[in-house]
């Protein structure tokens, strides 16, 4: 089963900067491509950003764009999310999840189970 542990939320003003972690859990992360996820107070979950098993391949929802980076660090079985210029809106709580691909192009479709997330917090 695949399981991932995310880490490095925070309370942050806006303007600022965060990094999240995702790190697997008992398998090995290389083979999947792998999405960050949000879910905001009073909003769906959405897709925040995801990137292919050998992080050629990266995709971004619009509002994170320019802001965002997606990363991955297969020897540390970890993938990263830097986020930047953050904005009240970012507040979340934030997860990973392995994702679909489509040959060698990542989805935000998630499959299998979901971590606890991390909450980010953007407040003055």
């Known amino acids: 089963q695949l399981q991932f542990v995310e880490s490095g939320g925070g309370l942050v003003q806006p303007g600022g900067s965060l990094s999240l972690s995702c790190a697997a859990s008992?398998?090995?992360?290389?083979?999947?491509?792998i999405g960050w996820f949000r879910h905001g107070p009073g909003k769906e979950r959405e897709g925040v950003s995801c990137?292919?098993?050998?992080?050629?391949?990266?995709n971004y929802a619009d509002s994170v764009k320019g802001r965002f980076t997606i990363s991955r660090d297969n020897a540390k079985n970890t993938v990263y999310l830097q986020m930047n210029s953050l904005k009240p809106e970012d507040t979340a709580v934030y997860y990973c999840?392995?994702?679909?691909?489509?040959?060698?192009?990542?989805?935000?479709?998630?499959?299998?189970?979901w971590g606890q997330g991390t909450q980010v917090t953007v407040s003055s």
């Open positions: 008992g398998f090995a992360l290389d083979s999947y491509a």
């Open positions: 999840a392995a994702v679909r691909a489509i040959q060698v192009m990542c989805t935000m479709i998630p499959f299998g189970s």
């Open positions: 990137i292919s098993s050998s992080g050629g391949s990266t």
